[in-house]
């Protein structure tokens, strides 16, 4: 299929005026000031049914769901058609929004082994709004979306409410860069070429400890100096430990540095 150059960007939200909107909204604008058109679509208007894992597995074969889905459709058709995506979620106890993993999991069924979107451009934005835990973790849904349905996804973009500002930045910057990437599809050269790519991206392989240790410092950076400094030689305190092998006593420290960085925002919010 011939990219068309427009950017999509699906808010994968109930929230229609929340941060994940915001993220989206943003990444769109610097597509649009880098010239591609682009498409705001609220997931929340158009809800996906859950998959029922039917046999025969004949929409493999024809493409479309057995069952009658008006927004799998208006979705699917959109992704297809479009010149590059852009994809937002919440996060939600450390995962990603059911309107996502719906359309997701649908995807899969229908079109991964036909592989329509090979070389499609995408980039996954996640936002843990509350206490900014799985922040990562909510991402990699979407990225093994993107790796499977053979996609080349951009870096991902965590956001917290601690480095919004920061990450809204980002998403502008990323959706100018996709925009140029949208003008045509670069499909892998093989499974290999692809599996490098991914592992090649930031973020998505940090352990559960990194992701703590990661969202304690967007917690210090959203600080002003003078209040971020000593909390950010903590930090390095925590680095020293886990160097050392006190790799428990690290993480206490870190989530000591989350704790006290979290506080300190909320006072100055």
Not at 2 to 21: D, F, H, K, M, Y
Not at 23 to 37: E, H, R, W
Not at 62 to 90: H, M, V, W
């Amino acid at each position: 299929m011939v990219a068309n150059g427009n950017v999509i960007g699906l808010v994968g939200s109930p929230n229609r005026e929340g941060r994940t909107n915001q993220l989206v909204g943003t990444a769109l604008a610097g597509a649009s000031q880098a010239g591609a058109p682009i498409e705001l679509i609220q997931m929340s208007d158009h809800v996906v049914a859950a998959c029922k894992d039917c046999l025969p597995w004949v929409c493999k074969e024809n493409r479309k769901c057995t069952y009658e889905d008006e927004a799998f459709e208006f979705l699917s058709q959109k992704i297809l058609n479009c010149g590059a995506l852009i994809l937002g979620t919440p996060v939600y106890w450390w995962d990603t929004s059911g309107l996502v993993k719906y359309l997701i999991l649908k995807m899969f069924r229908v079109y991964a082994r036909s592989a329509p979107l090979q070389g499609l451009p995408a980039f996954g934005i996640a936002i843990a709004g509350g206490t900014g835990n799985g922040l990562v973790s909510g991402l990699r849904p979407l990225y093994h979306f993107f790796q499977t349905m053979q996609m080349r996804a951009l870096e991902p973009l965590p956001a917290t409410r601690f480095n919004f500002d920061a990450a809204l930045k980002r998403a502008n910057e990323l959706g100018a860069k996709i925009a140029e990437m949208a003008q045509r599809r670069d499909p892998f050269k093989g499974l290999e070429d692809r599996l490098l790519w991914y592992d090649a991206l930031s973020y998505l392989n940090l352990s559960r400890a990194d992701e703590r240790r990661l969202l304690a410092d967007l917690t210090v950076q959203g600080l002003p100096p003078h209040e971020g400094a000593p909390l950010a030689l903590r930090l390095a305190r925590a680095d020293q430990l886990a160097a050392a092998g006190k790799r428990l006593d690290a993480l206490v420290e870190i989530t000591g540095v989350y704790d006290a960085g979290a506080k300190a925002f909320e006072g100055k919010s």
